[in-house]
């Protein structure tokens, strides 16, 4: 069984840092890409960004790209997301989920296993 918690959220100003991790238990964990999603209020949960095992092959949705950098940890069993220039409408739940497939993909139906998501607010 894989459990993922997610930490690092809160309320910050439009324009700071904020880092969020995630902390993978159980050997799958370890072994597939790993994702950040996103769900602000009243819209659909939505990719981010995802890494793959090695760490070394990375992707980011276009409105991300640039401010954002995923990276994890596998022995450790963590990933991160740093996340600079925050805007007001990036105000949502991230969550982190572990891909079922070797490779990084954005639809969350590759996804199989999923934390309960940290808040985080930005203000403008």
């Known amino acids: 069984q894989v459990q993922l918690v997610e930490s690092g959220g809160g309320l910050v100003q439009a324009g700071v840092s904020l880092r969020l991790s995630c902390a993978a238990s159980?050997?799958?964990?370890?072994?597939?890409?790993m994702g950040w999603f996103r769900q602000a209020p009243g819209k659909e949960r939505e990719f981010v960004a995802g890494?793959?095992?090695?760490?070394?092959?990375?992707d980011y949705a276009e409105s991300v790209k640039g401010r954002f950098t995923i990276s994890r940890d596998s022995p450790k069993n963590m990933m991160y997301l740093q996340m600079n220039s925050l805007k007001p409408e990036e105000t949502a739940v991230y969550y982190c989920?572990?891909?079922?497939?070797?490779?990084?993909?954005?639809?969350?139906?590759?996804?199989?296993?999923w934390g309960q998501g940290t808040q985080v607010t930005v203000s403008s």
């Open positions: 159980g050997r799958t964990a370890s072994s597939y890409p």
């Open positions: 890494v793959t095992y090695s760490g070394l092959n990375t």
């Open positions: 989920a572990v891909n079922r497939y070797a490779l990084i993909y954005r639809p969350e139906s590759t996804y199989q296993y």
